[in-house]
């Protein structure tokens, strides 16, 4: 299985920055896609990033030139640059990632339990 903890969180003024990690562990093949979500209470959850097991980024057009998403396949562990925040960008942000365990496993999906971000004055 996989195991993912999301780290880097906190509060922050807007205009400031922050770096997401997202690592994982446990027992398993390859991380496939692994993908940014974020969530704000009574509202519904919202993919921000992603990136492919070749390194490929993708981004919602709200954070497009504002954060940027990468992995380091050696530590199993993504990133989320997160600049220029905005008092929007304030929600709980999730990992997620699409995983093969084992040889003969299909790829499942994984979550971690969120990092809190608020961006306010």
């Known amino acids: 299985q996989v195991q993912l903890v999301e780290s880097g969180g906190g509060l922050v003024q807007p205009g400031g920055s922050l770096r997401l990690s997202c690592a994982a562990s446990?027992?398993?093949?390859?991380?496939?896609?692994v993908n940014w979500y974020r969530q704000v209470p009574g509202k519904q959850r919202e993919l921000v990033a992603g990136?492919?097991?070749?390194?490929?980024?993708n981004y919602v057009d709200s954070v497009k030139g504002r954060f940027t998403i990468s992995r380091d396949n050696a530590k199993n562990t993504v990133y989320l640059q997160m600049n220029s925040l905005k008092p929007e960008d304030t929600a709980l942000y999730l990992c997620?990632?699409?995983?093969?365990?084992?040889?003969?496993?299909?790829?499942?999906?994984?979550w971690g339990q969120g990092t809190q971000v608020t961006v306010s004055l």
């Open positions: 997620n990632t699409w995983a093969r365990i084992s040889t003969f496993s299909a790829v499942s999906e994984h």
């Open positions: 446990g027992s398993f093949k390859i991380m496939y896609d």
């Open positions: 990136i492919n097991s070749g390194g490929t980024p």
